[in-house]
């Protein structure tokens, strides 16, 4: 019943949309989605291979589809200096990925692979090796993988985001929340995996940031439904999960993640016939009797 209401919330006009095949090129992919923004378009990318961008791809403020696969990967270009994220959903946007892999996005800001401030929704994605971010700067970022704001809705289904960092900065001032996912916005994660993403202080003393898989801070909602989330790590609180908003993780497996308290989960949440056991130096705080 979730996964049938969750996935309607597809960019409208997505399955009319004229589909284009874009060649294995990242001038080009940049170019089709410029002009898919002003007609609503499905880009059909080429299958087995890797688009090395050298900056972020346009600002998504129309209706965007990227399809790809197999072996279908999206990565900033190792030969590239600059920081930048792979993609940014405005809040006119609505953007819809399906079996890409997402790799290597290092902004110095919020959203390491992906930035959303529209519509979202991803479907058999891989969000891996991502930053936000910059500790040379230095810049604090929220995200590793997705950062999802104020405003923004997303859905992420049957898609793994793993070794992913939310920076923290060597100020005081500045936090690095959401190893895997910050969440300021409406979330619904499911039948996914979210595992060994950090967010850790690059500081002598102790870090600020929280969520070492995903944070969600007031304001925030989040649901996280048959998702594993494990052997996620943050300096401050919430190893798998901190909830400063609202949060319900429902038949999911948060184990072995760390943290200084709340090692699988921080702040006030519903968990319901979830295992929350085995992470360090506890499962919840404070105490909640769904953990075990």
Not at 174 to 185: D, K, L, P, R
Not at 265 to 292: E, H, K, L, M, W
């Amino acid at each position: 019943m979730v996964v049938a209401a969750t996935l309607t919330m597809a960019p409208t006009g997505a399955s009319a949309a004229a589909v284009h095949a874009v060649p294995c090129n990242a001038t080009l992919l940049a170019n089709a989605i410029a002009a898919a923004n002003a007609v609503p378009a499905t880009l059909r990318l080429a299958p087995h291979c890797v688009y090395d961008i050298t900056a972020q791809l346009p600002q998504v403020t129309g209706n965007v589809s990227l399809v790809g696969g197999p072996s279908t990967t999206i990565r900033h270009d190792p030969g590239t200096m600059a920081n930048f994220r792979l993609l940014d959903v405005g809040s006119t946007g609505a953007l819809r990925v399906l079996g890409i892999f997402l790799r290597n996005g290092n902004p110095a800001g919020d959203g390491g692979a992906i930035r959303n401030a529209g519509r979202l929704v991803l479907n058999h994605v891989t969000i891996s090796g991502n930053i936000a971010g910059d500790v040379i700067t230095p810049v604090g970022g929220n995200g590793g993988g997705l950062a999802n704001l104020a405003g923004g809705r997303a859905v992420v289904a049957s898609s793994t985001i793993s070794g992913n960092d939310a920076t923290r900065a060597p100020v005081e001032t500045t936090t690095g929340n959401g190893g895997g996912i910050y969440n300021a916005g409406r979330l619904t994660l499911f039948f996914s995996r979210l595992y060994a993403n950090n967010a850790t202080s690059t500081s002598a003393t102790a870090g600020t940031g929280n969520g070492g898989g995903i944070s969600t801070p007031t304001g925030g909602n989040s649901l996280v439904l048959q998702t594993t989330v494990a052997e996620n790590t943050v300096t401050n609180n919430g190893g798998g999960v901190f909830n400063a908003g609202t949060t319900a993780v429902v038949r999911t497996l948060v184990v072995r993640d760390r943290a200084a308290l709340g090692g699988g989960i921080f702040g006030a949440t519903t968990v319901r016939r979830s295992i929350v056991r085995g992470n360090t130096p506890d499962n919840c705080v404070p105490a909640n009797a769904g953990c075990n």
